[in-house]
């Protein structure tokens, strides 16, 4: 079975543009997470989707925003970027909306923003 | 409130040598803890998860932890380190209270000597 994958790998914008990342969870897995990782900060929570809905969101400003398709595919966006933004985002999925349901990380999105 | 600590934020073993990764947690309830790998430049793979079943969970990559309430501790181990174990590990809580599923530890790198 496919991992998760996401799109592209390597981002390279300009501060004031936007992005958009992308996130296909492994068949069958209906929840979608996004994380932000950081040298400084770590591993920060972004959002969850669960069926088109979001669950749950992390504290960032309303520049990130995301949503979930019908196919359980994910994209998440941020507007205007920020030098802080420069990251790896992350995406999991899981097969369900439960806390315990295990959480399988795709590869990761490197954003640089110059 | 639910957090995770980990004690060392880098680690360096001999080829051969025992390994120790150190993680505490605090919780007012039973919590699920996972252990995390991340390979340079790819996302998180799942070692281990405690769930409240047995308090030694061996996992992939002959990596175990053990579960000690008593000492609110979930420590990784492994008899003996080879060269493909450098990477960063990740230990993680569950947490119901916040819309986080997840709350990652700082990550302590491991790094092999030959």
């Known amino acids: 079975k496919a991992g998760v994958t996401q799109t592209p790998r390597y981002l390279i914008k300009t501060r004031g543009q936007q992005v958009t990342l992308s996130c296909s969870p492994i068949s069958g897995h209906r929840s979608v997470s996004w994380y932000q990782q950081t040298p400084g900060q770590g591993l920060q929570f972004l959002f969850e989707?669960?069926?088109?809905?979001?669950?749950n969101k992390g504290n960032f400003p309303g520049r990130f925003s995301g949503r979930q398709f019908s196919n359980s595919r994910s994209e998440m966006n941020v507007s205007t970027l920020e030098l802080g933004d420069s990251a790896l985002y992350l995406c999991a999925s899981s097969l369900g909306a439960e806390y315990t349901d295990t959480q399988y990380f795709g590869p990761g999105t490197r954003l640089t923003v110059l | 409130a639910q957090s995770v600590t980990q004690l060392g934020s880098h680690v360096s073993v001999s080829e051969g040598a025992l390994v120790l990764l150190r993680c505490n947690y605090s919780s007012s309830v039973p919590p699920y803890l996972f252990w995390y790998v991340q390979y340079p430049n790819q996302g998180l793979q799942l070692l281990l998860k405690y769930t409240s079943a047995a308090t030694l969970v061996k996992g992939i990559n002959g990596f175990e932890a053990e579960f000690k309430k008593s000492e609110t501790s979930f420590h990784l181990t492994k008899p003996s380190a080879h060269m493909s174990d450098a990477a960063e590990y990740f230990c993680?809580?569950?947490?119901?209270?916040?819309?986080?599923?997840?709350?990652f530890g700082s990550g302590t790198r491991l790094s092999i000597r030959p």
């Open positions: 993680a809580v569950i947490l119901y209270s916040s819309a986080s599923k997840i709350i």
């Open positions: 989707y669960f069926s088109e809905t979001q669950r």
